[in-house]
């Protein structure tokens, strides 16, 4: 089943960060305005293969430990107490 054109996320894309007029929005084929969301965000990263995610894995097995020095909660740095 083919997903239905995302004309929301386009619209929003279009006028909210290319600045475009409607006029010029609706006059962009879609493999323009794919073209201008690549110039600004860069192209996707390609999904993980399952033989490379396998790998992983492998060589980095869930302990059920936590990771030394990996943080937990809240980053202090971003988030204040009430008391501050």
Do not use: N, Y
Not at 18 to 23: E, M
Not at 64 to 80: E, K, N
């Amino acid at each position: 089943m083919t997903k239905p054109f995302p004309w929301d996320e386009a619209m929003q894309f279009g006028f909210g960060v290319l600045h475009l007029s409607p006029d010029a929005f609706w006059k962009m084929t879609p493999r323009e305005l794919a073209q201008a969301i690549i110039a600004v965000r860069g192209r996707l990263a390609s999904p993980l293969a399952r033989r490379d995610l396998d790998a992983l894995m492998q060589a980095f097995p869930d302990t059920g430990q936590p990771i030394s020095g990996a943080m937990c909660g809240p980053d202090p740095r971003i988030h204040r107490t009430l008391q501050d």
